[in-house]
């Protein structure tokens, strides 16, 4: 079941897949015709898919967004498996979960964005175009699992290398981090989207 909610005045769609480890559930943006990059992005831990909406947090994720309706460009955000609407229950907290239950919260992600994606993509004639994936802290983990067919470009925005440890020399990668919190900042998205669009 599909729902629309409206953004700075455009029709953004809400659903949940069906896949083998769980619904995950996913928002979009899609213009009716496009040939441009189609943009995955994937928050990190605590946080949601709506988080990509936002323009009140310190890095304004809501940009990326922006951009991509701008540059007539389909967006597709996913919650991580545990977060937002695919939590498990009221009581769950990724702080409290061992390396291995983080481990497996990332493999679970992976493969449900790897089960749904094909069928977004198909559901809204976007086979065809290039992808770039954008993952925020934990999301980068998921950002560099993720094994897709035209996958172009990928975005890390303050990866955790604690979840997942990767070679600084990725082609096609643009790798933004800080270890300070008051490091990290809305220019990061910016950059992101010169990088995704170039």
Not at 5 to 29: A, Q
Not at 165 to 181: G, Y
Request: charged letters at 25%; hydrophobic letters at 35%.
């Amino acid at each position: 079941m599909k729902t629309s909610i409206l953004w700075n005045g455009f029709e953004l769609k809400k659903g949940v897949l069906e896949t083998e480890v769980g619904n995950i559930p996913y928002l979009y943006y899609s213009p009716h015709r496009t040939d441009q990059i189609v943009n995955i992005a994937i928050h990190g831990e605590g946080q949601e898919k709506e988080d990509w909406l936002c323009f009140n947090s310190v890095l304004k994720f809501g940009n990326l967004l922006k951009e991509s309706i701008k540059r007539n460009s389909a967006f597709i955000a996913f919650d991580l498996y545990g977060h937002g609407e695919w939590k498990l229950d009221s009581n769950f907290n990724i702080l409290h979960l061992s390396s291995r239950e983080i481990e497996t919260l990332v493999e679970d992600t992976i493969i449900s964005v790897q089960s749904a994606l094909p069928i977004i993509l198909e559901n809204e004639n976007l086979t065809k175009n290039k992808l770039s994936v954008t993952g925020y802290s934990l999301g980068c983990s998921i950002a560099m699992g993720l094994k897709l067919d035209k996958l172009e470009k990928r975005v890390l925005l303050a990866p955790n290398r604690s979840y997942y440890s990767f070679d600084d020399t990725l082609e096609n990668t643009l790798v933004e981090e800080s270890t300070e919190k008051s490091n990290i900042t809305e220019s990061w998205i910016h950059k992101a989207c010169d990088f995704i669009y170039s």
